[in-house]
């Protein structure tokens, strides 16, 4: 017999309740809210092993997703299991490398998210203010796989902890974001990285889109959280001298931002407009960093353009 389609709450209460009756003895499962990035929150599935002081969190949303297109809540609640065993990520990542400061240290990075959608959390967290923007000290956990990082925001209490004072982190965290690998190449390269040979040679054909494109992305090697670069004035004062004009900084995401010279710009107000669609139409809400233009001049910095 087929199931009804559950709908709401009700999904995630029959997932929890076949989860419980599924689940090992030592294994507790709940549904429970995960704060985000600029205010999200998401419900999801949450698994506490008595062994393990790891508890991997899955969404809800996403399993929904799953079960509209046809995966049947047992399959589910299965998969889910199947993922939980085999999940070395679990078994991996102790506790105790966040707890003492000599393994932690090395792991200090820095991230740049919007001040206003993240009032909460900067209320706790190690930070630095500029313009409406806010910079935060993060732990970078490596996911074993090499699929994803994870991060833990670092909050005043982690200070007491591993007995360091606010100034002392965020100056190692400077360091350690200072030496990763920066990413600065033209819009065009950038999605060709990304394609087929085929399509590659394509867009290369395009005479037009290769030369007349005067956007640059400016992240790290990773791609991940490298929009806090356009607040180092070493890297903007580079590219300043790059372009030999000052530049305009487009916040494409927490991981990315765009950068192209002034003179480039014939509508700034355009600019904004499709700043702002892609944030509300394109973008997660937890990778938004701002719907402003930005704009830095070796003279006057880093100010709000729009």
């Known amino acids: 017999m087929e199931e009804t389609l559950l709908v709401g709450d009700a999904f995630g209460e029959e997932l929890l309740k076949r989860m419980r009756q599924t689940a090992s003895e030592g294994d507790a499962v709940s549904i429970e809210t995960v704060d985000k990035n600029n205010g999200l929150k998401r419900r999801g599935i949450v698994i506490r092993s008595a062994d393990s002081k790891v508890s991997p969190v899955f969404y809800l949303d996403l399993l929904y997703e799953e079960y509209r297109d046809n995966m049947t809540l047992d399959e589910i609640v299965q998969a889910i299991w199947l993922y939980y065993a085999e999940d070395e990520n679990i078994k991996k990542i102790e506790v105790h490398d966040f707890l003492d400061w000599e393994r932690v240290k090395s792991r200090l990075y820095l991230r740049v998210i919007s001040t206003d959608m993240n009032r909460e959390t900067l209320d706790t967290a190690i930070h630095r203010d500029y313009l409406d923007l806010s910079v935060v000290v993060y732990v970078k956990m490596d996911h074993p796989s090499g699929d994803g990082v994870a991060y833990v925001i670092v909050r005043k209490e982690h200070l007491a902890i591993w007995e360091q004072d606010e100034e002392m982190v965020y100056e190692i965290a400077l360091q350690n974001t200072r030496q990763e690998n920066i990413s600065f190449v033209s819009i065009t390269n950038a999605i060709s990285s990304m394609l087929s040979e085929r399509e590659r040679e394509l867009l290369l054909c395009n005479e037009r889109m290769v ?18 670069y356009m607040l180092f004035t070493d890297v903007m004062d580079q590219i300043v001298d790059r372009k030999g004009d000052d530049i305009y900084i487009i916040p494409s995401s927490i991981h990315e931002t765009l950068v192209v010279a002034v003179s480039e710009v014939k509508n700034l107000s355009y600019l904004c407009d499709v700043v702002h669609d892609i944030n509300e139409i394109q973008l997660p809400v937890e990778d938004r960093l701002s719907n402003h233009i930005y704009r830095y001049s070796k003279d006057d910095g880093l100010s709000i353009a729009a």
């Open 211 to 228: 030369l007349n494109n005067p956007l640059y992305v400016l992240t790290n090697e990773a791609c991940h959280f490298g929009a806090v």
